[in-house]
């Protein structure tokens, strides 16, 4: 891990060098059973250089602890390590999804990681992870809660946390959904436990 983080932090200032762009690393441990993927770092985020701090991430603790899942148990991380901003009509510096162009440059850097951490199962939040780990785009509203084999790992699509805060509506299909693989998780983790 210590020479993928070198690597890749030697890609990011070569590719921005000038640019006051910070790079958010992923957190957890090598060998955590459950890795989480987001789309990119938020202000929040850039500002403490870990991922999911901010709201999404509080949303997402809320959920986590509803559903009796430890984020110590995780790896958590991003397809684009950085802060994707634009400049709003009033001014201002805000998110903005990041584009194709950035999701292919980070992929390389995701699967890598995928691979060191060696998580059995996958959660992604969101459209932009599931996409750019199954090439299947905009499906989150199909694939949401199911689990689907993808490379010898399980892979369990989610909303995106940050979803909730933009429609309410949401929040109990999330955890539903939180708690479907909450319940699927123990009793695999039971199972081999008891083995
Ligand atoms: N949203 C994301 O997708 N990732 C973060 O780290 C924070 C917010």
Redesign the pocket.
Known sequence: MERFQKEVTAFFRNLYEGERKVL?SGEGRVGAPVMMI?????EQ?SLQGR????K??KNLDAFLAQAGMDRAALYVT?VVKFRPTKVSAAGRTVNRPPTQEEVKLFLPWLLREIDLVAPKYIIT??NVPLKALTGRGSVIGEMHGQFIEWQGRQLFAMY???SVIYNPGLKEVYSRDIATFACRYREETEKERGK
């Open positions: 958010v987001g789309e990119a770092p938020g985020e991922p999911f701090v901010g999404a991430g991003n939040l969101g995106h946390p940050a």
